[in-house]
């Protein structure tokens, strides 16, 4: 990472950044492999980062976080994810999809109860919007709230939940309203120690593997009106919104994996040898660096960009749409363009677990998917800048 003319960097934003990478190099870096190949949640790490500020970088001092801006988030999310995308994951939905929502939507109440933990990384947050048949079409989603006095009934069944396992608090998006489509989606902050909560069967992913990812099922769960997130029927507007911020942030992370991929080329193209020479000598495997090297720079050109575009709109209250799903479909293809080619170029040993990169190969296939996949990602795009739809 490098200071630029068009975003350079205050010395807060410098401090944020070494720290990230401090931690990242000396705490996660060591227990990212073991981490991956068991699966278990990294809750003391998880935990130390909490502590750090990296778990609300936005959210205000107040409320739990560090107080600070989007770019300071993006360039520690980018540091912690070149160490392991599974920590950057687990703090790009704290910060994104939980925090951000609730503060952006939240009551004061609301704030002060579920933020702050959450935040402080004293607990874990999660966002629960995908079901079984209902994915990039979230509209159809089939989970449901009903009223009863001062309480809504929830029943369903959430999958892909990001931290399920060992969420504390998930923000669950179900229909109150099966007569007016996505205008009858309401959103609600559940606490997964209540009755009805059932944590499903955990995924056996292929990448990721360490933010641990589960099914949630609600049956006849209670939740009190006052945890309703926002207005009934607004559920949907605030998924988009969320969304949009959770999309800077998996765009981060992806930046992060496409530098260590990079990193890992250019160090083994240095020193591996064959027919006589290095061979980051040899013409076919420079200019795989070379493409590397620029497809991240642009990358990271969209992902600040984004972060900027969301920094303004604090003010402005403009929607930064565009400017996220721009910087999240390049930086997610991004991010698979250099850990295939990293591979590549380690031949073999690319394909053993004795380096990391065949790590970030499967790692880096997931950011084409969630917070929207390429597809979507696309459709947004085209839809925003032609006007049809």
């Known amino acids: 990472m490098s200071d630029t003319a068009l975003f350079p960097l205050t010395d807060e934003h410098k401090m944020i950044l070494d720290a990230a990478r401090d931690f990242a190099q000396n705490e996660i ?3 990212s492999a073991e981490f991956d190949e068991s699966g278990k949640f990294p809750s003391i790490t998880i935990k130390k980062m909490g502590e750090m500020g990296f778990m609300g970088i936005e959210v205000p001092e107040d409320y739990g976080g560090a107080g600070m801006d989007t770019l300071a988030y993006v360039l520690a999310l980018e540091e912690i994810s070149k160490a392991d995308a599974s920590h950057g994951t687990i703090m790009s939905v704290n910060n994104s999809l939980f925090c951000h929502g609730i503060l952006k939507f939240g009551t004061e109440d609301q704030k002060k109860r579920f933020i702050f ?15 079984p048949m209902s994915g990039s079409d979230a509209a159809t989603m089939r989970s449901s709230a009903v009223r009863d006095g001062d309480d809504y009934i929830i029943n369903g069944r959430k999958s892909w939940v990001t931290g399920g396992p060992v969420a504390d608090y998930v923000v669950v998006y179900v229909v109150t309203d099966p007569d007016k489509g996505a205008k009858g989606i309401t959103a609600f902050i559940t606490d997964a120690n209540q009755a009805g909560f059932v944590r499903g069967k955990k995924e056996p992913k292929l990448g990721i593997r360490a933010s641990a990812t589960s099914e949630i099922v609600y049956e006849d769960y209670r939740c009190s009106a006052e945890n309703m997130l926002g207005k009934e029927g607004d559920g949907f507007k605030i998924a988009m919104t969320v969304l949009d911020v959770g999309r800077i942030g998996i765009a981060s992370q992806a930046l992060g994996i496409a530098e260590a991929s990079y990193s890992a080329a250019l160090s083994y193209a240095r020193e591996r040898e064959s027919f006589g020479k290095k061979i980051g000598q040899f013409q076919g495997i420079s200019f795989k660096l070379a493409d590397m090297k620029t497809r ?35 930086a997610s293809e991004t991010a698979m363009f250099c850990a295939h080619a990293s591979v590549q170029i380690h031949g073999g040993m690319g394909y053993s677990k004795e380096y990391p990169v065949e790590r970030y190969f499967r790692d880096a296939k997931i950011t084409e998917i969630y917070e ?12 925003l800048e032609t006007g049809l739809r």
């Not at 959450?118 to 079901?131: F, N, P, Q, R």
């Not at 979507?376 to 795009?381: D, F, N, T």
Request: hydrophobic content about 40%.
């Open 29 to 31: 870096e060591p227990i």
């Open 117 to 131: 933990p959450v935040a402080s990384g004293e607990k874990v947050g999660a966002y629960s919007l995908t079901e």
């Open 296 to 330: 991240i720079e642009a990358a990271r050109l969209l992902v600040y960009n984004a972060a900027m575009a969301k920094e303004r709109s604090k003010t402005t209250n403009e929607r930064f749409t565009l400017a996220a799903s721009m910087a999240k479909l390049y």
């Open 372 to 383: 929207g996949t390429s597809e979507i990602q696309r459709l947004v795009i085209s839809r």
